[in-house]
């Protein structure tokens, strides 16, 4: 499936994979938390992922921005990111 992911979508999976639940993602973006719900729902649907790790896997391994990577805070998010995703499969 073909989707275009907007800037919402890419700023609620960077919140979703720093660990923030779905409350403090809607308190950040001014929206309601079923919103949330519904923004990762549909972002899970279009990338084919069943649960939130595959979702922060698949956000890290096609969206990490090499050309901005030297950017301290997009290098920051991207380890984050790793750790994590690292972590939940226990590699």
């Not at 999976?13 to 779905?22: F, P, R």
């Not at 649960?51 to 290098?75: D, E, G, M, R």
């Amino acid at each position: 499936m073909n989707y275009n992911f907007t800037k919402k979508d890419i700023e609620t999976m960077k919140e979703l994979s720093a660990g923030c639940t779905y409350k403090e993602i809607a308190r950040k973006q001014n929206i309601s938390p079923h919103t949330v719900v519904w923004r990762v729902q549909r972002i899970m649907k279009a990338t084919n992922c069943r649960n939130k790790a595959q979702l922060i896997n698949y956000f890290y391994l096609n969206f990490h921005p090499k050309s901005l990577a030297k950017q301290s805070v997009i290098n920051r998010f991207w380890k984050l990111i790793a750790i994590r995703v690292k972590n939940f499969f226990n590699i």
